[in-house]
């Protein structure tokens, strides 16, 4: 193989850093459903929003503009790993007999090992930019409390972080690690807030769910006038920042020659996924490229393929405000399937928006099939992928697999959003065969869906 063709590792200078993110709402045929305050059913205003996010996030939840410049203290800290590699995945592609190109693109070089710090250096800058002293949030997976915990450091800021408790006993070394960056670490739900009291007086055994941890951090920082609450996925601000992965992506593939015909990327709450596919729908947007862009989620945690498209609370307890999302019920506890950062109830409104229009496919994926995927990926490009992205794998080989019998060279793009090195029990369980399928059935689903707050009335 020649020199260019043996190509692995698409590598850009630190000068090719994205300097803005990319807002892709003003680029869609409408814009997505405001949330609206609970009470009045009225859109939610700015003063709402006050007591939980800094004045800079809340301007760009709500922006109009396309572009919005990344601070340079921002830019400090992403230097210390960004850009991330592309990587062309050759020894998979044989592996698995394909004429597909597959690529990656992997966020685990960041100093927690995933896509998360993207958003919590930006969070963590514009809170301490506004005099705030703590910052409270859940986590599912650990990652996205690593990444904040690492993030106030970067910034001086205080963490407090309510770890699914089913993660928190599968993870103790996440714990650590948020410890390590000065973050106090609890498991939900806790005995702390009444949320978690509320929880824990039902059903005392509870694993959590990333619902209840978002109601306890909420609720914590709604109470001190000092804190503020961050938020690892859902949000517009939040797939804003995370849009640094695809422009770089996109410049990557443009060195390789390529532009792609499939993306996927798995979706939790739908950040890593938005932060990949955005760039790519504002070119298939603009008639620039075509791909068929796939978000893959759990068949334990389904909001986009069996959800209802409707307004939903973004907690547990029902502190938030409504959001206009594919949401499989705000009760609806998850059963704790290894993917962690998966198990959340609802999907980002504005992705769901993008699949109310069209513009995105989706697919669920039993967890076995992920693993496999998973330990596939890793015997062939050595890096051990973290239980989430082993959804998009899954999609990227059965995809790759269509090919091989089809014979078409398509270009398959996906987001390898994380490594595995702190989530290793799971690919224990994997191994040693205790890896069950989890899937809710019709009537759990229906039972969880019945309790959809009322439809607000806008008057
Ligand atoms: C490695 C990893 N991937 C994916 C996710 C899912 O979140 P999102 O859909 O916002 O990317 C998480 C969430 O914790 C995660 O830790």
Redesign the pocket.
Known sequence: MGEERARTKYVLDEADMPRRWYNIVPDLPSPPPPPLHPGTGQPVGPEDLAPLFPVALIEQEVSGASYIDIPEEVLDVYRLWRPSPLFRAHRLERELGTPARIFYKYEGVSPVG???PNTAVPQAYYNAAEGVSRLTTE???G??GSALAFACAAFGLACEVWQVRASYDQKPYRKLMMETYGATVHPSPSELTASGRAILAESPGSPGSLGIAISEAVEMAAADPGARYAL???LNH?LLHQTVIGEEALKQLAMAGETPDVLVG????????AGLAFPFLREKLAGRMSPVIRAVEPAACPSLTRGAYAYDFGDTAGLTPLLKMHTLGHGFVPDPIHA???RYHGMSPLLSHIYELGLIEAVAKPQSECFAAGVRFARAEGIIP?P??THALAAAIEEALRCKRTGEEKVILTAL??HAHLDLPAYGSYLAGAVTDLEPSAEQLSAALSDLPAPPVRG
């Open positions: 995933s896509h998360k986590t599912g997976a990652q996205w690892g996925s859902v939040v798995c979706t939790g709450g739908g950040s890593n996924f962690g950062g998966l973290a989430e992205p959003c994380g």
